[in-house]
């Protein structure tokens, strides 16, 4: 059941007939998380709705930490070629950046006194290589400070389905330390008993790990010291909300939803 306090942060809206999802956190920015019912739709073609001058940019994702600013695509990109990568950055007025996903975590990033934005895709490669810290890290080499980035996180498949092997959660687990190899399992299980809504559980009758993506990115953000308040997370299951939100777990068709957000301030 999704509750008045989680649904606190984010509004429904219609764009040409379709719903699609805001967060008020980053009220400052034209940005939304779509729907399926946007599909097939481009981000170009989605982007006009909004905004007629603006310049999209997208990368081919590829569950990697790397992050690359927009100038960078201007820069290498060549015969209209997606560059690799699974994140953008923005210093530059009337730019759209974009994100796809089904399941994995749709991240917009804001930044209130500068402007400047950012969107990642945060599947469990990406979340066990820390790409959202690495996509602050780049803001801050920008000049952004900590207290001043806003962060939404859009529609994703729910812990509570998410099912991963022993190996997968423990490499994404790991990520919350900092890449420090002095830990042993010992350190992780008092590390995770004293860390307030554990974002894993373990189904001692399947053998088997549940896993919510979206808390690790908020705990690997609160441990660079954004504050909680300034993180949002979308209460809706890509996986359980069939009528929205395309889900590979769900029907193993490679269909996905967009999400973006607009540097017009």
């Known amino acids: 059941m999704v509750t008045d306090e989680l649904t606190a942060n984010w509004q429904w809206k219609i764009l040409k007939g379709s719903p699609y999802l805001t967060c008020s956190l980053l009220s ?3 940005h939304g998380f779509f729907t399926r019912s946007f599909y097939p739709l ?17 990368l081919k994702q590829v569950h990697s ?3 690359l600013s927009s100038d960078e695509i201007d820069k290498f990109s060549f015969n209209s070629r997606l560059l690799l990568g699974d994140g953008i950055i923005s210093n530059k007025k009337e730019q759209a950046l974009w994100v796809a996903s089904a399941d994995c975590v749709p991240i917009l990033i804001g930044d209130r006194k500068t402007g400047y934005v950012a969107v990642v895709h945060a599947g469990w490669k990406g979340t066990a ?3 959202v810290p690495e996509a602050i890290i780049r803001l801050q080499a920008w000049g952004s400070s900590i207290e001043n980035l806003y962060v ?30 002095a830990y042993d399992i010992n350190d992780m299980l008092e590390f995770l008993h004293n860390t307030p ?6 189904d001692h009758i399947k053998n088997k790990f549940y896993i919510s993506i979206a808390q690790v990115n908020q705990i690997q953000l609160e ?7 300034k993180i949002s997370i979308a209460p809706y299951c890509t996986y ?5 939100f395309f889900s590979y777990r769900r029907t193993n068709a490679r269909r996905i939803q967009w999400s973006g957000i607009i540097s017009d301030t």
Do not use: C, D
Request: aromatic content about 12%; cysteine-free.
């Open 240 to 244: 359980q909300s069939s009528s929205n």
């Open 65 to 67: 930490n790397l992050i």
């Open 223 to 229: 441990q660079l010291g954004v504050q909680k308040n």
């Open 197 to 202: 809504n554990i974002p894993v559980f373990f």
């Open 42 to 58: 481009f981000p170009e073609e989605i982007g006009k709705f909004f905004h007629l001058n603006i310049t999209n940019y997208q």
């Open 28 to 30: 400052k920015w034209t």
């Open 152 to 181: 939404a996180m859009g529609p994703a498949i729910s812990g509570r389905v998410y099912q991963v092997s022993e190996t997968v959660a423990t490499k994404i687990l790991m990520s919350l330390f900092n890449n420090k190899k």
């Open 129 to 131: 290589q820390r790409v």
